[in-house]
Nanobody, 114 residues
């Protein structure tokens, strides 16, 4: 059974930082590109960061320079380091395989507010 479990979200003030984690099981994690998505209330889910199986990264313009995606294949774990957080980063964050998604996990809530 394939599962994706996200964690690390929370409530922070603008300018704060969080580190999200995603543990994958039931897949050959190391061979797949992976991505972090987010979905804000009333908006569609969007891809904010992706990483190839070899570690090449790419970011949405809205998070470039503030977020860093990384992976540890031996632990089947994906990370998202989020710095200089803004209120518009408030959303539920999900990880998933690229390009074809697996079943979505429960996500982790990130709230940025003063």
């Amino acid at each position: 059974q394939v599962t994706l479990v996200e964690s690390g979200g929370g409530s922070v003030q603008p300018g704060g930082s969080l580190r999200l984690s995603c543990v994958a099981s039931g897949i050959l994690f190391a061979i797949y590109p992976m991505g972090w998505y987010r979905q804000a209330p009333g908006k569609e889910r969007e891809l904010v960061a992706r990483i190839s199986n070899s570690g090449v990264t790419d970011y949405a313009d809205s998070v470039k320079g503030r977020f860093t995606i990384s992976r540890v294949n031996a632990r089947a774990t994906l990370y998202l380091q989020m710095n200089s957080l803004k209120p518009e980063d408030t959303a539920v964050y999900y990880c998933n395989r690229l390009p074809s998604s697996l079943a979505w996990g429960q996500g982790t809530q990130v709230t940025v507010s003063s």
